[in-house]
């Protein structure tokens, strides 16, 4: 149980243009997931809060505009980086909670990102 | 703001030692922390994890130990094999007050060799 995956697995996209990452939690529910970028031989660092519903929260310093999120049901959140830049080029990762705890988080398997 | 520090960044044992990773947490209202496994363009993997109301856990060769008032936490493994090799991230988290976000400490990257 508590499988989540990611789509695209890669994507690779001229500067300017917005992409779309999909994280879905395929055997639970979860009312909160999260969205985390990665750079090579880095930590994760959390982007924001997805709350099914409800706005997102984003952590200081990341652009809200830039980096839009939308959590439709309780299966599906969606990051959409707009006007992409190379320094956009990263790994993100969603992780997501099961729908009855808040605590223990899955992570999907993560999306490359590289910005030409 | 809340803050996880972990130590060593990179750890390399022989095949069979031991290996100790450690963290400290700033927030004192942490109350649950795990510890993922994180091998090169993959998942990070959930290994083990405690809550603030316990002191150790243990699972085959894995073991955490907490200790609240020193706000500090490791993660020990034993018997160490290759297979072992990744980054390894000990995370805080403060569920009830904070929708469980994690706070991730900056990453051990552990090498056993054969």
Known sequence: GA??????????CK???SVKIECRSLDFQATTM???RQFPKQSLMLMATSNEGSKATYEQGVEKDKFLINHASLT???????????????????SAGPYLSTDTQ???PGTRLTVL | GENVEQHPSTLSVQEGDSAVIKCTYS????NYFPWYKQELGKRPQLI???????GEKKDQRIAVT????????SLHITETQPEDSAVYFCAASRPSSNTGKLIFGQGTTLQVKP
Request: proline letters at 4%; hydrophobic letters at 35%.
């Open chain 2, 66 to 73: 907490l200790n609240k008032t020193a706000k500090h936490f």
């Open chain 2, 27 to 30: 927030d004192s209202a942490s």
């Open chain 1, 76 to 94: 599906l959140s969606t990051l959409t980086v707009t006007s992409a830049h190379p320094e956009d080029s990263s790994f993100y990762i969603c």
């Open chain 1, 3 to 12: 499988v989540v995956s990611q789509h695209p697995s890669w994507v690779i």
């Open chain 1, 106 to 108: 899955y992570f999907g």
């Open chain 2, 48 to 54: 083990i994890d405690i809550r603030s109301n316990v």
């Open chain 1, 34 to 36: 999260f969205w985390y």
């Open chain 1, 15 to 17: 500067s300017g243009t």
